[in-house]
């Protein structure tokens, strides 16, 4: 055990897991923030095959395969209550001689049950954007109706931030980069140092508000992963294909978009929109919310602080890497006003595709995902303005200064979120954010050939330390 792993254990104890453990005993029907809640439950201690089979025969009696949805529900019907395992949503309904609510209970593919008003109180992000756990249902013969009457999340809600902050200050920077990436399920030892803050910047959009970003590189280097498994605040759009009512607002439901609804929207291969068509809806509201954080739809005026990254795969061989944007992207998003509005592109073209797992996956412990995810959400809220405003830059557009310092700030967040950070350390990921934003500027340059857009923006820090 190295030991900044035994340190882990020590100051935050059952937030903590054997990350190879859990990973390989996950259950693969569920997101795998709630598969390591799970097994932190039954497997307070040590994960064991004890444990791990109490484990698996609680999901196996308590969660609804597809198959066999009708048969449960005849058993509902029939027992008049149920628990099952499943993630659950609530929507209010205001309108007067109709039920208070409508909950979603999807393995059952039921939409119109209802929820007593204790348990909404007691559980409040049912009505955000849902919550997984174990719920307690009954039928009511005469109403022809299904209620939740109680229930138990599977998902951290209540944190305190600033545990984590303080035990930032027992660890070297070196190790808290490597409990990072231990948690997002990587090895460690298999990466540089540069390579590290490249991973770690996948979690910008996930602490930081309206950040737009894009990553193309290599298939199998985990693009997509984080998003899939560790936060339940994201949500991974396949294909890149979405309607305007799913992801900004539904006219005839009433209902919010995904932008409403989560921290982070990431549309996955997006080098295969290229060549397809894109809703010209979607693509010119994008514009406005990349703009404002704010878009309307049939009268309907939205804000969201919801951050949006594009992933795609690069094809084996050279890369041309001077026009990497230009040969990936559908027109409609080679325009310089909407390249301008990219907070950064990752150059994910560094990472090397992961190919054996018991060399990539991570051997170490790390923080539980349920944990994880919550303390990404919750330092949202932080900012860091005496550290970033410190940087002065030149040459540099209020586009230019805005996204860099969103970077910036990202990091620092993920990294020094004790705000505890050297001028040499601020120095490295100024680098790195500034390198970004001029790729995005001279990419620009190269397809659209606006003078404005070819320039080096350089900085400079103040001499005192924080």
Known sequence: MEIWEKKLKEHFGSAVVDKKKAMENQVQSLPRYVSEYLLGFFCEEEITSDSTREMNNYIKEHRIEGRE??????????????????????KINLKKNQPDNRMEVPSLGINDAEVYRNVLNEHPRLLIDGLWGMGELEYHNEEGKVYLNKFKPFQLSD????????????????????????????????????????????LIPMVENNVFMMEFGRPGTGKTYAYENISSYSRVISGSQISPAQLFYNLQTKQDGLLVQYDVLLFDEID?????????????????????????RGGVEKASDCGLIMVGNLTPGPLDIDYLLDNLLHDKLKHSAFLDRLTAVIPGWELESIKDPEISITKNFGFAADYFSEILHKIRRENYPYITKRVKYTDSSIRDT????????GLIKIIYPNGKINNDELKELCDYAVELRNYINHQNFKINGDEKFKKEIRYEIKEEEI
């Open 272 to 296: 295969k929109v290229k060549d397809k068509g894109l809703d010209e809806v979607v693509v010119n509201k994008l514009y406005s919310y990349l703009e404002s954080g704010k878009f309307d």
């Open 159 to 202: 944190i305190d931030t600033e545990e984590f902050i303080e035990a930032r200050n027992e660890f070297s920077t070196d190790e808290w980069m490597n409990i990072m990436i231990s948690s997002m399920g990587l090895n460690f030892l298999n990466y540089t140092r540069r390579q590290k803050i490249v991973l770690i910047s996948r």
């Open 402 to 409: 805005k996204s860099i310092e969103k970077v910036l700030n």
């Open 69 to 90: 949805k009708e048969v449960a529900k005849h058993r509902l019907r029939e027992n008049l209550n149920m628990k099952i395992i499943d993630k659950f949503k609530v």
